[in-house]
Structures are given as C-alpha cells and as structure tokens.
C-alpha cells in the first residue's frame, strides 16, 4: 500500500487527504496546532457561533472521513506535530516532535512515506507601523482567530487596516462578536478595485459563495455603519499603556502616504492584515522550485520540480479556501499514484481553473512600495528581537551573515518569519530567511535525546534509534 504523508491539516491538507484515502493510499497527516482545521477551520468544539465558521458541514464531512479512516488503521493523525527536518532523497522521511512546544519530553518520530503533500499553508503580514507594538494590537488574523476559536474581540472599539478582501470577515468576526469596527481601512486605490473586481462579473458572480459572502458583510457592515475606505492606510497608533487611537492618511498608488490628510479614529484596538506570506520553509528544504512571485511552482498534477513531492493551498499561490480545497484533491490524488487528468477529479480541476481568475483579481490589492515612507527610524520593524529601522539603516550595506549578526533581525523566536519580508523590503534586497537546516523550535537537549527509542504507531514510523 503506498503511503502518503500530508504536511498541515487546513482545507488543503484535509482535502489531499479525503482524496489519497478515497485512492486506497495509507495516509499520515501531521499538524502543528491542537486540531485540524488550520487558520480557515479554527474554532473551540464547544463554539461554533453562527456566522463565524465557513463551510462548516464541509469541515465535519474530512473530519469524520478522517477519524474513521484512523479508526480503521488506514490513516494516522499528529496533532501538536512540529516537523523540523525533511529528507526527500530515496523517499521522504519527515522528523518530528509531539507536544506543545514549551514540553518537555517531547516524543521524537520519522515518518517515511512514498509521496509528501505539502499544505503548510500561509500566515498573515502585518506591515510595521510607528506604534504597533502598543497592546491591543494583532494581525488580522489573530483577531478573527479569536474570535472563531473563543468569541471574544481585541476590544470594544476596533479599527481593521491593511488590504485585501480579507478584512471583509476579520470585520465582520469583530462585529459579530461585539466589538465596534469604525472603518476598515483599505490601501488600495478604487479604481483599482473597481477595475479588478468589475472585470467580467459574471466570473466573480459564479464563484461558489463569494457573491453571497460579500453581500453579507457589505449588510453587517452597514447595519453596524462600519465604513469601508479605499486609498487610506493607517500610518501610526498612538497609546502609552495601551491603543488610544490610529492616524490614518491618504495614500497614492504606491501606498506612500500623503502629506496634509491625517485623520485620528479613536480606538481601544488595532487588527493589521496586509497580505499573506507562504509559509515556505519545508518546501525550501525539500528543494521545491519557487516562482518568481516567491510561492512554490507545481504542474497540473499539483507536483513540485522534487520527485514525490507535491503541493496545494497558499504555499503555491493566496487564492482563498475553495481553492486549497480543490488544489488539494488533485494533489493528494495525485500523490496516492492516481491520474491528475482522471474524471474522478474533473470537479476539482474545474473549480481550481475558476479559482484562478479569482486569485488573479487580488492583484489589485498589492503592495506598494511606499509603505516604507511611515516606518520612523525608531520604529521597531523586528519584534522579537526590538531591532529598529535606524540600526537597520545602519548596517545595510553588510553581507547577509553580517547584518543578522550585527543587527539580530530575524534570529528571535519566529526567525523571521514575521519580519523577514519587511525587512528585506525595507533593504531592498533579498537576505534569505527562508533557508533553515532546522524548519522548527527545539531544545538541544531535545534533539540529543533523539536517539531514545519511541514506539512507532504505524509501520511508517521509524524511532530515531531504529533509522540507526
């Protein structure tokens, strides 16, 4: 029976794995968070508020698929799973830790497998803004996480800002749940907007849900007289102990601010979301080809430029979930030694080519290169390790190596994968925080005790003791 291990358990994960069971494959999938679901399908199992989970009963369809196929021994499911090295040479080997990561002890196991499917998905980019590191400020997708997951909002007054057509659910996950949204404050300029989203309605109007989704925020947002305003960016949070309010200016096309249009919006909380970026790093390590916008290439079949290695979700291009849903069939489909062109996915490949167009439109919400003008030098551009843009500035000119030495951008607790982008953009070069030997956090102490022997749950499981 040939194995396939699916790397994270969001919509495209889940999907690649309905689709390698349904094509008589053993699979293990393994997940970073407590539960499956991923960033779309994150929630409590005792809250499930109405209005604030998406394809629900699609959820729940995977999920049981899921367990009773484990149930059955036809599947294995790692939950609170880092993956912190893989080897795609004469097969993949995928090591790995179980546990929340502040444990100690943690289990340490190799899955080997015939075939990987990448779904690692995407987080959220917050661009850095003078006073962003203040309480009550998050990403965009940690507050809708919040509220999903536990009902509750940043704070009773709450300004959404960045771009995209993201901040439409953020702002209505807020509203939902009791907070004020005054205004979600949208980068990009309306005429390109209008020009992206108008182009060919009809396409947009046949997506599955989209119409209707956009119509129900555009009503709660009314009903709540939430404003959406279109060419502005909020360009500095004010607050001692806390946020108290947000500057917001007019912007150009190029996102550089326009002097004389300050506007102050009072609020007790800030959610910033201007984008995504693919969580790549797995991928990277495996060798995968990147294309030239920085997201992993595949061919029809979802397959990378690594043998055996394959990939589907935001990690190939940010086009939402239906899309990771169908890129995720066909790769897993693919992955368990099926035809990519077979009619059992025609469904699949129909909805991915729709998808398409609407992935395409989002390149109205770019962004622009003169986000760079509001960022002071004494704003903190790395959090984890408080690196300023003057120091920065300082050492620009300084090889890669030298830079992170001397500045230690990047090398904190998430090893840039908050900062990295707009560090490297502030730079104005690439300084490669995507290249890491070791993709997750661990101990030393942990990664020496790799050698103890851990009993296997599956045949697929090799112990760190028995590879040698």
Not at 177 to 189: D, L, R, T, Y
Not at 234 to 247: F, L, S
């Amino acid at each position: 029976m040939r194995t396939v291990a699916v790397l994270g358990a969001g919509p495209a994960g889940l999907a690649a794995a309905h689709a390698a069971l349904a094509a008589g494959a053993h699979v293990v999938v393994l997940d970073e968070g407590e539960r499956i679901g991923g960033q779309f399908w994150r929630h409590h199992d005792r809250l499930t508020r109405p209005g604030l989970q998406h394809q629900w009963a699609r959820f729940t369809r995977l999920r049981d698929t899921l367990d009773t196929a484990a149930a059955a021994g036809a599947a294995s499911v790692l939950t609170s799973t880092s993956v912190w090295h893989v080897e795609v040479s004469d097969g993949v080997r995928l090591h790995t830790l179980t546990g929340p990561a502040d444990a100690a002890g943690r289990p340490g196991r190799t899955i080997v497998a015939d075939a990987l499917v990448l779904a690692t998905g995407a987080h959220d980019r917050a661009l850095p803004v003078p006073g962003w590191t203040l309480p009550g400020v998050t990403t965009a997708g940690a507050a809708q996480a919040l509220a999903k997951r536990d009902g509750v909002t940043l704070g009773r007054r709450t300004v959404v800002a960045g771009t995209g057509p993201f901040l439409l659910p953020v702002a209505a996950s807020l509203l939902r749940c009791g907070s004020a949204v005054p205004a979600v404050i949208e980068a990009a300029a309306p005429t390109a907007i209008a020009t992206a989203w108008g182009r060919a309605p009809w396409r947009f109007a046949a997506l599955p849900g989209k119409a209707a989704e956009l119509a129900e925020y555009a009503g709660l947002m009314a009903r709540h007289r939430t404003g959406y305003r279109t060419s502005r960016a909020v360009t500095r949070i004010h607050g001692t102990a806390a946020v108290e309010a947000v500057t917001v200016q007019r912007v150009d096309r190029d996102w550089h601010p326009i002097a004389g249009t300050d506007e102050i919006i009072e609020c007790d909380a800030v959610a910033l979301g201007h984008g995504f970026t693919p969580r790549l790093e797995a991928a990277v390590q495996s060798g995968c080809a990147l294309t030239a916008a920085g997201f992993v290439g595949v061919d029809d079949a979802q397959a990378t430029s690594v043998p055996g290695v394959y990939a589907a979700g935001e990690i190939i291009g940010i086009a939402g979930a239906d899309a990771a849903l169908a890129e995720g069939v066909i790769a897993g489909f693919a992955a368990a030694g099926g035809d990519a062109a077979s009619d059992r996915v025609r469904g699949a490949r129909r909805l991915r080519r729709r998808m398409r167009d609407f992935a395409r439109r989002l390149d109205a919400h770019a962004i622009g290169a003169g986000w760079t003008d509001w960022v002071e030098p004494d704003t903190i551009v790395c959090r984890c390790e408080s690196v300023r843009r003057a120091v920065l500035d300082e050492y620009a000119d300084a090889s890669t190596r030298g830079l992170r030495l001397a500045t230690r951008a990047g090398l904190g607790a998430c090893q840039g994968r908050t900062c990295g982008r707009s560090v490297e953009d502030l730079l104005g070069r690439p300084i490669g925080f995507q290249q890491r030997p070791v993709l997750a956090s661990l101990r030393i102490g942990e990664l020496a005790d790799l050698h103890a022997p851990v009993h296997p749950t599956h045949p697929t499981e090799q112990t760190e003791q028995e590879q040698r």
